[in-house]
Nanobody, 119 residues
């Protein structure tokens, strides 16, 4: 199983970015998918998560600015980030709870994509 992220980069304050994360491999089913971030010297934190039936939750600091969505047919989760602030600067990681034959349910992580908000 692989989770491949894309869409990070450098953006000015107030700008927007859209992150994507596509899952591939011997996947039977995907439950919750989410985005985490980790800034230098800080712990990794959950930014947003979405269940298979599209129930979502967000960390307070991004509510009203970020939006998570998913395409189950494409096994892809997205994070639309608007009104970006310098404090959003971090490495962003995709996470998915995936069911595989024999292995069962377990969490998988992407390799991370850097988001830098700076003028």
């Amino acid at each position: 199983v692989q989770l491949v992220e894309s869409g990070g980069g450098l953006v000015q304050p107030g700008g927007s970015l859209r992150l994507s994360c596509a899952a591939s491999g011997d996947i039977v089913s995907i439950n919750t998918m989410g985005w985490y971030r980790q800034a230098p010297g800080k712990q990794r934190e959950l930014v947003a998560a979405i269940t298979r039936d599209d129930s979502t939750n967000y960390v307070d600091s991004v509510k009203g600015r970020f939006s998570i969505s998913r395409d189950n047919a494409k096994r892809t989760v997205y994070l639309q980030m608007n009104s970006l602030k310098p404090e959003d600067t971090a490495a962003y990681y995709c996470n998915a709870n995936i069911y595989r034959i024999i292995v069962g349910w377990r969490d998988y992580w992407g390799q991370g994509t850097q988001v830098t908000v700076s003028s």
